[in-house]
């Protein structure tokens, strides 16, 4: 698997993540913060996270789930969650401990 720098990595997410995305509420133009992983809506204020979001704010609430919980919990795939560890974009503390 090839290894894709930090900053190639948040330029195609960034891309990915503006593009035609509508608040869920309103209907309204969003801006997006990648740091975070959230949609904001420049009508309404509303702020809905991406996968990505939710991970973070997991991560942050329960840092001793594992990727296997995190993905069961989130209902996101194993796949999509392993690239945001993988890339180094995310990490987890319990990973340390599985050695």
């Known amino acids: 698997m090839a290894q894709v720098s930090l900053k190639d990595f948040e330029k195609a997410l960034y891309k ?7 608040c869920s509420k309103c ?29 973070k704010d997991m991560l942050e609430r329960n840092p001793a789930l594992s990727r296997i919980e995190l993905a069961s919990i989130l209902h996101i795939p194993m796949r999509e969650l392993n690239r945001y560890f993988v890339g ?7 990973d340390s401990l599985l050695g």
């Open 88 to 94: 180094g974009v995310l990490t987890n503390p319990r």
């Open 16 to 22: 990915r993540k503006i593009s035609d995305h509508r």
């Open 27 to 55: 209907g309204g133009r969003v801006s997006y913060s990648i740091v975070e992983g959230t949609y904001t809506c420049q009508e309404c204020g509303f702020v809905e996270k991406d996968n990505y979001g939710k991970i």
